[in-house]
């Protein structure tokens, strides 16, 4: 089946630096990524979607210069959390697209990321 | 915007009890209802799901029911195991595709041998 790998699985990073997470789609080519975010013991929050080629969307609330997303090739998104604060502390995950977006595909989802931010 | 709502918060039940989890959603243009499994410290993992133009489907110990009149959505689960034990989460599309989903509070699903 379709495998999403993400990269780091930890990362604990200084207040101010930045950290730059990887989303890739093993065997198949993904168009489409989106990533979410997702606070201890709650629901997964949208962030952005990433679209290969192109500039990512954004959802309302969440800053593009805080976190910097590129999808350069069709298996690789990544996600820069730059100046990191200790509130950026999550879990991020990632997933991706089989096929073409808005075709009849589910979402495959990488095994996270934790951010710590002392 | 879409609003997914999840029922129970937390759930425990005995190996070989069947377990409920239940959905409401906001959007009626929304046409596709995952359901994902979450382990600790682990991505979610989708276990079933279903399209709007259909009622109930089914996966050996996993059904799952759409009620779009009414903006439902259910996951049963029957002979539950012990390693069941894990978060659930629903999710609904929005925007008319499959892909972009909001997700419901999540349900932790404690199955005690």
């Known amino acids: 089946g379709a495998v999403v790998s993400q990269h780091p699985s930890r990362v604990i990073c200084k207040s101010g630096t930045s950290v730059k997470i990887e989303c890739r789609s093993l065997d198949f080519q993904a168009t489409t990524m989106f990533w979410y975010r997702q606070f201890p013991k709650q629901s997964l929050m949208l962030m952005a979607t990433?679209?290969?080629?192109?500039?990512?969307?954004?959802e309302q609330g969440v800053e593009k210069d805080k976190f910097l997303i590129n999808h350069a090739s069709l298996t690789l998104s990544t996600l820069t959390v730059t100046s990191a604060h200790p509130e950026d502390s999550s879990f991020y995950i990632c997933?991706?697209?089989?096929?073409?977006?808005?075709?009849?595909?589910?979402?495959?989802f990488g095994n996270g990321t934790r951010l710590t931010v002392t | 915007g879409e609003n997914v709502e999840q029922h129970p918060s937390t759930l425990s039940v005995q190996e070989g009890d069947s377990a409920v989890i239940k959905c409401t959603y906001s959007d009626s243009a929304s046409n596709y209802f995952p359901w994902y499994k979450q382990e600790l410290g682990k991505g979610p993992q989708l276990i079933i799901d279903i399209r709007s133009n259909v009622g109930e489907k089914k996966d050996q110990r996993i059904a799952v029911t759409l009620n779009k009149t009414a903006k439902h959505f259910s996951l049963h689960i029957t002979e539950t195991q012990p390693e069941d034990s894990a978060v659930y989460f629903c999710a609904a599309s929005i925007g008319g595709g499959f892909q972009k989903l909001v997700f419901g509070t999540g349900t932790r699903l404690l199955v005690s041998p």
């Open positions: 997933s991706a697209v089989v096929g073409r977006a808005g075709m009849d595909s589910p979402l495959h």
């Open positions: 990433s679209n290969e080629g192109s500039k990512a969307t954004y």
